[in-house]
């Protein structure tokens, strides 16, 4: 038993080793030669679709490197994270991605065993705190993001409103919204000009914005263009009620924020209140804390009362979440 904790930290070591080695090891002389027939077939086909889409994967394509490679191989639902991290606006990759979660693991595991806990614990901690601050971080920006856009999305209905009541086409005025308005809602439109500018349809570019986005507010303007462009009408009558509906929609959700402040405060102090009991008395007397980890008696208990408080922060989480 006495062997286990050095047997752990030899395969900790190791496995970061082998993941360094892959990140530096050269590059795969078969797949360099697929990619290479891939391009060229690409870039002398006759169908005009296959050259939109090389086209598309040039401008949009993120600088790989090994490291994205690695990370793509080892980390679960590349594609999905691969889409989070572009739902950022920060020029984030997979392979950094990795690179933080594995220097997390390390750097947390490494101190906590020197500061005593048993090898075990550290890497247990050093698992969860690798696993889920980077996702925390990329999580955070994205809804800072997402509400940025939120916010800004009527002022630019509203634009492209005035443009169209001044008779510039949609496509037109898309590119003004997209060189005018700041922040995530003039970077989005930009990008739908650019795809139309490759050969993309307005309807095509636009879905793509909103599958990316995922935000309903932007997924009523995209349904909005469709429906107007296959029945016909006033679009600019159309758009400018969309803009006061999201506007209203935007102070609803203020007014239910303000409105569960209060309980959401009491969730988060409660929450965290035995945490911050377990590390005071653990900084005080360390070795009484150790228990939980040793005597299965108070390990059940332990679970027991962590079980119970998600139970109670996942009901308190059903109670303030309101549907708009």
Same mark, same amino acid.
């Given at each position: 038993?006495?062997?286990?904790?050095?047997?752990?930290?030899?395969?900790?070591a190791f496995a970061v080793l082998l993941l360094?080695?892959?990140?530096?090891?050269?590059?795969?002389?078969?797949?360099?030669?697929?990619?290479?027939?891939?391009?060229?077939?690409?870039?002398?086909?006759?169908?005009?679709?296959?050259?939109?889409?090389?086209?598309?994967?040039?401008?949009?394509?993120?600088?790989?490197?090994?490291?994205?490679?690695?990370?793509?191989?080892?980390?679960?639902?590349?594609?999905?994270?691969?889409?989070?991290?572009?739902?950022?606006?920060?020029?984030? #990759?997979?392979?950094?991605?990795?690179?933080?979660?594995?220097?997390?693991?390390?750097?947390? #595991?490494?101190?906590?065993?020197?500061?005593?806990?048993?090898?075990?614990?550290?890497?247990?901690?050093?698992?969860?705190?690798?696993?889920?601050?980077?996702?925390?971080?990329?999580?955070?920006?994205?809804?800072?993001?997402?509400?940025?856009? #939120?916010?800004?999305?009527?002022?630019?209905?509203?634009?492209?409103?005035?443009? @169209?009541?001044?008779?510039?086409?949609? #496509?037109?005025?898309?590119?003004?919204?997209?060189?005018?308005?700041?922040?995530?809602?003039?970077?989005?439109?930009?990008?739908?000009?650019?795809?139309?500018?490759?050969?993309?349809?307005?309807?095509?570019?636009?879905?793509?914005?909103?599958?990316?986005?995922?935000?309903?507010?932007?997924?009523?303007f995209v349904i909005s263009i469709a429906i107007?462009?296959?029945?016909?009408?006033? @679009?600019?009558?159309?758009?400018?009620?969309?803009?006061?509906? @999201?506007?209203?929609?935007?102070?609803?959700?203020?007014?239910?924020?303000?409105?569960?402040?209060?309980?959401?405060?009491?969730?988060?102090?409660?929450?965290?209140?035995?945490?911050?009991?377990?590390?005071?008395?653990?900084?005080?007397?360390?070795?009484?804390?150790?228990?939980?980890?040793?005597?299965?008696?108070?390990?059940?208990?332990?679970?027991?009362?962590?079980?119970?408080?998600?139970?109670?922060?996942?009901?308190?989480?059903?109670?303030?979440?309101?549907?708009?």
């Amino acid at each position: 038993m006495e062997l286990m904790p050095f047997i752990m930290l030899c395969g900790g070591a190791f496995a970061v080793l082998l993941l360094i080695v892959f990140a530096f090891a050269g590059p795969s002389a078969e797949r360099a030669q697929a990619r290479r027939l891939s391009t060229l077939r690409a870039r002398h086909s006759d169908s005009a679709n296959a050259a939109v889409e090389a086209q598309m994967r040039r401008i949009t394509a993120s600088r790989g490197t090994r490291m994205d490679g690695v990370a793509m191989r080892f980390l679960p639902r590349p594609a999905i994270l691969k889409k989070r991290l572009a739902m950022t606006g920060k020029p984030w #990759t997979v392979g950094q991605y990795g690179m933080a979660t594995v220097g997390i693991f390390v750097a947390v #595991t490494i101190l906590l065993a020197l500061q005593g806990l048993p090898i075990a614990l550290s890497m247990l901690l050093g698992l969860v705190l690798g696993a889920g601050l980077p996702h925390m971080v990329v999580s955070f920006f994205i809804k800072r993001r997402i509400a940025q856009f #939120t916010a800004k999305l009527p002022d630019a209905i509203e634009l492209l409103v005035r443009g @169209l009541r001044s008779g510039l086409p949609i #496509t037109e005025t898309i590119a003004v919204v997209g060189n005018e308005v700041e922040g995530p809602v003039g970077v989005e439109f930009r990008m739908v000009t650019d795809k139309m500018k490759i050969g993309r349809t307005l309807d095509v570019a636009l879905q793509d914005t909103a599958d990316r986005l995922g935000t309903p507010e932007f997924q009523f303007f995209v349904i909005s263009i469709a429906i107007q462009r296959e029945t016909g009408g006033n @679009l600019a009558e159309t758009l400018a009620n969309l803009a006061t509906v @999201l506007r209203m929609r935007g102070q609803m959700k203020l007014k239910i924020k303000a409105m569960s402040s209060e309980s959401k405060a009491s969730a988060y102090i409660i929450g965290s209140l035995p945490f911050i009991v377990f590390g005071m008395i653990w900084m005080i007397n360390g070795s009484y804390m150790q228990s939980f980890f040793s005597d299965e008696r108070l390990m059940v208990a332990g679970g027991g009362g962590i079980l119970w408080m998600a139970i109670g922060a996942f009901i308190m989480a059903k109670m303030i979440n309101f549907e708009i």
